[in-house]
Structure formats: C-alpha cells, structure tokens
Nanobody, 115 residues
Framework: QVQLVESGGGLVQAGGSLRLSCAVS????????MGWYRQAPGKQCDLVADITGGGTTNYADYVKGRFTISRDNSKNTVDLQMNNLKPEDTAVYYC?????????WGQGTQVFVSS
C-alpha cells in the first residue's frame, strides 16, 4: 500500500521561507511523477510543481523563481523549497504521486503566510 506523509508546513511572515517534505512508503517505480498541489480557502486545488523520475520539473507561473522542487529517488522523497513567500501562498499543500494511471495523495500540510 502506497502512503504519502508530508511535513514542514507552518506559519511564516511574508518574505520568509519554508521547506515541505514528503516521504512515500510502499512499492513505487521510478517512472512516476511526484509533485505538490495546493488549495486555498474557497479555491480549487491547483498544481504548484511536479518532477519526473528523471528530474524534469514543471512549475506554476505564480511560483516560478521562488519555489524549487526536488526529489531523492533512493529515499522516495520529494521536497518543495519555498522562498519569498507571499500571503497569497497561504493554503493546504498536498503531496502527489502519479504512477501509471493511479494517483496518490498525502493528508496535506498547512502553510500560512502573514503579511
């Protein structure tokens, strides 16, 4: 059974940084995509960034230049380094894993950015 566990959320002032981490347990293949979504109150859940097993990354326009996604295939982890955070980055952040036709999600971690 595949499980995703996030950590690293919290409260930070605007301009600050946070690092989110996600550990994946269970049997997965390297040929997958891992990433982060977020959902702000009253808004839909949107992709923040993703990364393939080969290291190709993709970012939402509103985080380019501020967020960096990385993964460690040997440890089955994916991290999201978030710099220069803005109040509009406040949301619940979800770790995501796609393997073939299946999607897996973490429980979410709250990020709150104060102005």
């Amino acid at each position: 059974q595949v499980q995703l566990v996030e950590s690293g959320g919290g409260l930070v002032q605007a301009g600050g940084s946070l690092r989110l981490s996600c550990a994946v347990s269970g049997s997965i293949f390297r040929s997958n995509v891992m990433g982060w979504y977020r959902q702000a109150p009253g808004k839909q859940c949107d992709l923040v960034a993703d990364i393939t097993g080969g290291g190709t990354t993709n970012y939402a326009d509103y985080v380019k230049g501020r967020f960096t996604i990385s993964r460690d295939n040997s440890k089955n982890t994916v991290d999201l380094q978030m710099n220069n955070l803005k109040p509009e980055d406040t949301a619940v952040y979800y770790c995501w894993l796609a393997v073939a036709t299946r999607n897996y999600w973490g429980q979410g971690t709250q990020v709150f950015v104060s102005s």
